[in-house]
């Protein structure tokens, strides 16, 4: 039985298919940008208790009763920008500067593997031999720099002496500067009319799920508060705090293996793997007490902030078993990369 073009089915039939039309469209067009508005609500509601600190103690009209933003819009604007503002010179100008250093290293570094490669591994210090497990590691090393074509096969498997490879790292640290700036640029629009977007989202949820919408929101947002400040800030105080042991000890490229700390540090416990084994290499080049300094910074003051403050922030408020967020910190970078952190 055919359908008359104008009966209500028909009807709805052709809605259907324009909304799924629109909403495809409206996804594929804004699917670049996904990653950087997720970053921004990330960072909008991390820092919304500051925004609305800051909305009542801006100078405005408003009485007693009508203390937040959305009362005024101008009082609005001034703390959305203000926030931004905040945000950006507190996150946005530290990780420009940390990338372009990184990328000053990795070209140091990359000169130096140029050479390892050209010119083989230098000699070991002679006062390696007398270690314990000394003579071991000689003829290990030996063995090694007898077969220069592995040694440069393995420099090259690195990339970094690679100048297209060099090119695209440069090229993938702007992409990426790029797009934290548009997830900051986007914090304007997402403090602004914040209440009501709030306030909307919370009756829509209520109506759909109930009254238990309202805990599971704030489940959520203790829950993305606890991942922010127990693995990302984690993470980054972690590097800060290795790249300026780095720095005390000498090590080349200080920079470079402060943000390899905190990349590596977001996954729980493995951070140590980095200072470790720079430690073992100032050991190896005669730098003992380098070597012996930079071991206890390490294990004193870096692994201090990630094995002590790291499980109280995030099982404390959240309530949830410390194995629980591990494994979910693993599988979300696997599934989603480092938005999988809070996904």
């Excluded at 009966?7 to 809605?15: D, G, H, V």
């Excluded at 931004?84 to 996150?91: C, D, E, P, S």
């Excluded at 949820?205 to 127990?230: E, M, N, P, S």
């Excluded at 905190?262 to 140590?272: D, K, Q, R, T, Y």
Aim: glycine share 10%; proline share 6%; hydrophobic share 60%.
């Amino acid at each position: 039985m055919p359908i008359k073009t104008d009966s209500p089915l028909a009807r709805r039939i052709a809605a259907f298919i324009f909304l799924f039309f629109i909403f495809g469209l409206t996804f594929w067009v804004l699917s670049p940008f996904f990653a950087s508005l997720a970053w921004a609500g990330i960072l909008a509601y991390v820092t919304w208790p500051l925004h609305q600190r800051l909305c009542r103690h801006l100078p405005g009209r408003a009485n007693l009763h009508q203390r937040l933003c959305r009362h005024l819009p101008g009082r609005a604007n001034l703390a959305a920008l203000l926030m931004t503002l905040g945000v950006a010179a507190t996150l946005l100008l530290p990780l420009l500067w940390v990338m372009f250093t990184v990328v000053v290293d990795v070209a140091a570094a990359s000169a130096t593997l140029k050479q390892l490669a050209i010119h083989g591994l230098p000699p070991l210090p002679a006062g390696v031999r007398a270690w314990p497990g000394g003579e071991w590691i000689a003829a290990q090393y030996q063995r090694v720099q007898a077969d220069p074509a592995w040694v440069r096969a393995q420099v090259d498997a690195l990339g970094l002496t690679d100048a297209a490879q060099l090119k695209a790292l440069a090229g993938g640290v702007g992409r990426n500067a790029a797009k934290f700036g548009l997830a900051v640029f986007a914090l304007f629009f997402l403090y602004r009319p914040g209440d009501s977007v709030l306030t909307q989202f919370r009756r829509v949820a209520t109506r759909w799920l109930g009254a238990a919408a309202r805990g599971y929101i704030q489940a959520v947002g203790v829950t993305v508060r606890a991942v922010v400040f127990g693995i990302v800030l984690t993470a980054l105080a972690q590097g800060v705090l290795a790249g300026l042991g780095y720095w005390v000890a000498g090590i080349d490229a200080p920079a470079l293996w402060g943000a390899i700390t905190a990349l590596v540090s977001l996954i729980p416990f493995v951070g140590p793997v980095v200072w470790i084994g720079l430690s073992l290499g100032l050991l190896v080049h005669g730098e003992t007490q380098a070597a012996l300094g930079l071991f206890l910074w390490g294990a004193l003051v870096v692994s201090w902030v990630d094995n002590l403050i790291r499980p109280l922030v995030i099982s404390g408020p959240t309530r949830i078993p410390f194995l629980l967020v591990f494994l979910g910190v693993l599988g979300g970078i696997n599934a989603f990369g480092l938005i999988g952190l809070f996904l």
